[in-house]
């Protein structure tokens, strides 16, 4: 069993790492829904009990899956999803690029916001969702009255918590003036490493947990990446695509020697890395295998000495990797 940290000034103790379920949808390679309920069973058998979901991740399918594997372990998990991707062509949104090659259509409006919980709490088969995050800011709709209206879930029982995703600090310090934001999740790695210039320092000051998402650089951290199948959502990523993938393989390659040296797996080491820079940030990692939850949770005991820190933070300086970045 992994350690707990709280969770932000004003939320529980929860596993140390979390679990990310987004990865079950396909986006990586097939997944079976028998193996992927054993997955998440396992994560929580780890101690990882953030159990990270979306209702935009297989348009349902994935909270469904969730509810599946939590039922008769509800006092074990602590469920986390997020809402605001619209794909219904009955409801209003606002377009958003991401630079993927497509774009996102954002609700954000209160009446949307209503009707996304009740749909997330029915496909979860729960009472209440214990964090419950904005997936996006709606670029037409001010942050205050999405986080206003999400604040009713909490004051009717149907919420513990809230949490943003993908925002900037400007629009942090707005939502937690309305209702306290207990976590905000953002991209956060070795692979990228932008939250550490404007977004963690707000967050410590206003005392909200970084919830790192993606803490793996979509898999390229686990050294292990190739050439990518044909049906991959990574061939839109620029650090992806052409020569990126090559050349951030070799940018790369002494950090993966760097974890060899030290008897781990680089997954390993860039979850210990996360890990070692503070308590108040959990990493979700996401894998379709249940031996990957097990490896994934030594991390959390692995120690990292400053001159190993040190030169990790050499290794994979920020702005090594090379292509843009993308939402």
Not at 94 to 105: A, D, M, V
Not at 307 to 321: C, D, F, M, W
């Amino acid at each position: 069993m992994i350690q707990k940290n709280a969770l932000g000034r004003n939320g529980p103790k929860v596993g140390c790492l979390g679990y990310g379920a987004m990865v079950l949808e396909g986006y990586y390679g097939a997944s079976d829904d028998g193996q992927a309920v054993e997955t998440i069973r396992r994560a929580l058998d780890a101690g990882l009990t953030m159990i990270d979901s979306a209702d935009a991740y297989g348009n349902g399918h994935n909270e469904r899956l969730v509810g599946r594997a939590i039922a008769g372990r509800r006092n074990d998990a602590f469920v986390a999803t997020k809402f605001g991707i619209v794909f219904d062509d009955a409801e209003t949104g606002t377009e958003l690029p991401t630079g993927w090659g497509f774009s996102l259509r954002i609700n954000g409006q209160p009446a949307y916001v209503r009707k996304a919980l009740d749909g997330s709490l029915q496909r979860l088969g729960v009472d209440a969702i214990d964090l419950w995050y904005a997936h996006y800011p709606d670029p037409a709709t001010p942050i205050e009255e999405t986080v206003g209206a999400m604040a009713e879930a909490v004051r009717a029982g149907k919420v513990r918590y809230l949490g943003l995703s993908n925002v900037t600090a400007e629009q942090v310090r707005r939502a937690h003036a309305v209702h306290p934001i207990t976590a905000v999740q953002y991209e956060y790695s070795l692979w990228r490493r932008e939250a550490e210039a404007v977004l963690l320092p707000t967050l410590r000051e206003l005392g909200i947990a970084l919830v790192a998402w993606s803490p793996l650089g979509s898999g390229f951290l686990t050294g292990t990446v190739g050439r990518l199948d044909e049906h991959d959502f990574r061939q839109h990523n620029p650090r992806f695509a052409g020569d990126n993938l090559a050349a951030n393989r070799e940018r790369y390659a002494p950090f993966v020697d760097l974890a060899k040296a030290l008897g781990i797996t680089p997954a390993q080491l860039a979850l210990a890395w996360l890990l070692h820079q503070g308590q108040d940030i959990f990493p979700i990692p996401g894998t379709r295998r249940p031996e990957r939850v097990s490896e994934n949770a030594e991390a959390s005991a692995i120690p990292l000495n400053d001159s190993t820190l040190q030169r990790i933070h050499e290794l994979a300086r920020p702005g090594l990797a090379r292509g843009a970045t993308l939402l």
